[in-house]
């Protein structure tokens, strides 16, 4: 994303993310504090670099995953909006007598996909262009959760004057989903406490650390990681039919062989993740048990050491 203008002629609008939330975790001891809750290593954070994270279950299943990163003399996690609140109440069980805050932030987030170039018009701080990069001001932070596009964080009152600047009809937020989905990144919602983290390839999308320390989870990563071969992962694939739920099976000539995780409208109907059993993966899949609506996969940008070949 290199080559952004701020050229208000060319500015690409925002759109309101309103399944998304982000949480706010501060205090003295807010590093040390998430350091032991969370899946990626909060000490490679700073000013102007985020990371991906997920949080974890005892048994190790993923509960939560998006991104964190520094702001505000504070921590924040991005977090699906159906699971923010659970989410706060869960962390909060395990501050005991850490001095740690945690609370759904009154903080708003947009999404921008620039297109041809283009960025939103913010004024005060040069935007990130690369990967997990972010800028911020007191007033606003842009984070780029990867290549093509920007997260806009901002107090809720200071989103008029932001809105007021940017030309155009705002995107339509299921491009956001989309782009995580083309990203395989799953911001797991109705799947939450369904899967470990190498299931939903967070190893391969760079949410998981295996020497940052002790984690809740860390044993059923650690024991998957070194015990060999995993038997399910998540992949892509497009459809010829409107997005299907979260939690809809995926199908194949054996039977029932996975389940979405994440979908979106497409060009061609809709794109979508779903974590598969790896044996059924080099077959043919489909969206329903009358093996009637195919689905064709699509590449992920990165490699997936247990796939079979085709």
């Known amino acids: 994303m290199s080559g952004l203008t701020r050229d208000n002629d060319a500015c690409a609008p925002l759109a309101s993310l309103h399944a998304l939330r982000l949480l706010r975790v501060a205090g003295a001891d807010r590093q040390a504090f998430l350091q032991g809750q969370l899946t990626q290593d909060l ?19 993923v509960l939560v995953a998006g991104e964190a990163f520094d702001w505000r003399d504070a921590f924040w ?50 935007l990130p262009a690369r990967p997990l990069e972010c800028s911020a ?5 842009a984070l780029c959760p990867d290549a093509g596009r920007l997260l806009i964080a901002a107090p809720a009152g200071a989103w008029p004057a932001l809105l007021a600047a940017q030309p155009g009809t705002p995107a339509d937020a299921d491009a956001w989903t989309l782009a995580d989905i083309r990203a395989g990144f799953a911001r797991i919602g109705t799947a939450a406490g369904a899967y470990i983290p190498q299931m939903l390839n967070l190893d391969l999308a760079g949410a998981l ?24 992962r998540l992949l892509r694939f497009g459809a010829g039919l409107p997005p299907p739920a979260a ?34 993966a080099a077959g043919p899949l489909f969206a329903d ?14 490699g997936i ?3 079979p070949p085709a």
Request: proline content about 9%; hydrophobic content about 50%; some cysteine.
């Open 289 to 302: 048990a009358q093996l009637r609506q195919p689905l064709a996969p699509l590449a992920l940008p990165y």
């Open 43 to 61: 000490r490679l954070i700073t000013p102007t670099r985020a990371v991906r994270y997920a949080w974890a279950d005892a048994q190790g299943r």
């Open 77 to 126: 996690l991005t977090v699906p909006a159906t699971l923010a609140a659970g989410i706060v109440r869960r962390l909060r069980m395990f501050v005991l007598r850490a001095q740690v805050t945690v609370e759904v932030a009154e903080v708003m987030l947009a999404g921008c996909i620039p297109a041809a170039g283009a960025a939103p018009a913010l004024p005060g701080a040069t």
């Open 209 to 232: 650390s295996f020497d940052k320390g002790c984690y809740p989870g860390q044993e059923t990563v650690t024991r998957t990681r070194h015990l060999g071969r995993l038997k399910r």
């Open 137 to 141: 001001t007191a007033q606003w932070l």
């Open 247 to 280: 939690g809809d099976p995926v199908f194949g000539p054996a039977g029932e062989s996975g389940a979405v995780v994440l979908a979106a409208p497409a060009a061609t109907g809709s794109e979508l993740l779903a974590v598969v059993r790896l044996e059924a």
């Open 305 to 307: 050491p247990e796939m």
